[in-house]
């Protein structure tokens, strides 16, 4: 087995250790861009793992995104990134160690647009470290949700139009993200609240930030509309369905919906594809 096909085996496996709850929609994709999506799903994660860390000091965290920024912005070099992240290698978890890895992983004609949005949102991360993640109006929350969510919806496009050409609206992009990012914050509203973490603008309720939610998804029902390539279209069903239907729950006051819940709403969809 070749290098390359080793390291896409190995990227599969690292996306189904990182996120069971995105490898099921990213298996309804072909070889090609199951292997786009899951490789631009862990460059993203990759520095996720960086701003949510629970121990590295905030200031680490700022000098890592910004030179990961920068590093992803111009000539991306492998040695010199290990260089940078190997003084936390006790810290970090392998899908970041391993950047580079899935930066290779990724077609070349779209590796730069993947890259650049990966850019953007470790630029955007370290701000709001900087910010010490102080939201105060709605217009700080969609600036968050923007870099850590938003960007995964406009890099998904870029995706689709460079596979076969599928045109989708960018604000309804963003949305999609804003809207799968704000339904997680509500998951774990009373969880960030105990260690005195808070998304929540100042004088919103609970109520606003399920408003949010709805207001987003709605616009990410939107987004899926003008996909015809069913396997894409099944790709952004699953997640949209789960975010509606979690959000459901917690309204109900539950605190997330079962396996089973979950299993029973992705038959559903594949069932509803198969009658279309």
């Given at each position: 087995?070749?290098?390359?096909?080793?390291?896409?085996?190995?990227?599969?496996?690292?996306?189904?250790?990182?996120?069971?709850?995105?490898?099921?929609?990213?298996?309804?994709?072909?070889?090609?861009?199951?292997?786009?999506?899951?490789?631009?799903?862990?460059?993203?994660?990759?520095?996720?793992?960086?701003?949510d860390h629970p121990e590295l000091e905030d200031q680490v965290k700022i000098n890592l995104l910004r030179s990961i920024?920068?590093?992803?912005?111009?000539?991306?070099?492998?040695?010199?990134?290990?260089?940078?992240?190997?003084?936390y290698e006790a810290s970090l978890p392998p899908v970041t160690m391993r950047l580079a890895d899935w930066i290779s992983?990724?077609?070349?004609?779209?590796?730069?647009?993947?890259?650049?949005?990966?850019?953007?949102?470790?630029g955007g991360m370290a701000k709001w470290v900087e910010k010490d993640w102080v939201i105060k109006t709605k217009e700080?929350?969609?600036?968050?949700?923007?870099?850590?969510?938003?960007?995964?919806?406009?890099?998904?496009?870029?995706?689709?139009?460079?596979?076969?050409?599928?045109?989708?609206?960018?604000?309804?992009?963003?949305?999609?993200?804003?809207?799968?990012?704000?339904?997680?914050?509500?998951?774990?509203?009373?969880?960030?609240?105990?260690?005195?973490?808070?998304?929540?603008?100042?004088?919103?309720?609970?109520?606003?930030?399920?408003?949010?939610?709805?207001?987003?998804?709605?616009?990410?029902?939107?987004?899926?509309?003008?996909?015809?390539?069913?396997?894409?279209?099944?790709?952004?069903?699953?997640?949209?369905?789960?975010?509606?239907?979690?959000?459901?729950?917690?309204?109900?006051?539950?605190?997330?919906?079962?396996?089973?819940?979950?299993?029973?709403?992705?038959?559903?969809?594949?069932?509803?594809?198969?009658?279309?």
């Amino acid at each position: 087995m070749s290098k390359v096909s080793n390291l896409q085996k190995e990227s599969l496996l690292m996306l189904k250790e990182t996120s069971r709850t995105f490898f099921i929609p990213i298996s309804f994709l072909e070889s090609t861009l199951k292997k786009t999506v899951g490789s631009a799903y862990l460059c993203m994660r990759a520095i996720d793992e960086i701003e949510d860390h629970p121990e590295l000091e905030d200031q680490v965290k700022i000098n890592l995104l910004r030179s990961i920024q920068e590093m992803l912005a111009t000539d991306f070099d492998e040695i010199r990134y290990l260089e940078l992240v190997s003084p936390y290698e006790a810290s970090l978890p392998p899908v970041t160690m391993r950047l580079a890895d899935w930066i290779s992983v990724c077609p070349e004609e779209i590796r730069g647009k993947v890259m650049e949005s990966t850019a953007i949102m470790a630029g955007g991360m370290a701000k709001w470290v900087e910010k010490d993640w102080v939201i105060k109006t709605k217009e700080d929350l969609d600036e968050y949700t923007y870099y850590v969510a938003g960007l995964v919806g406009t890099m998904l496009s870029d995706i689709w139009r460079w596979y076969d050409g599928t045109e989708t609206n960018d604000d309804h992009a963003i949305a999609f993200g804003r809207g799968l990012q704000a339904v997680n914050m509500l998951r774990n509203y009373d969880e960030d609240f105990e260690r005195g973490v808070t998304f929540v603008p100042e004088g919103w309720t609970r109520e606003d930030m399920f408003n949010y939610a709805k207001d987003n998804l709605a616009k990410a029902d939107l987004y899926v509309k003008p996909i015809k390539n069913k396997r894409i279209l099944m790709f952004c069903k699953v997640p949209l369905a789960l975010a509606h239907s979690t959000l459901k729950a917690l309204k109900s006051g539950k605190e997330k919906m079962s396996r089973q819940e979950v299993e029973g709403i992705v038959e559903q969809l594949k069932q509803e594809e198969r009658l279309s």
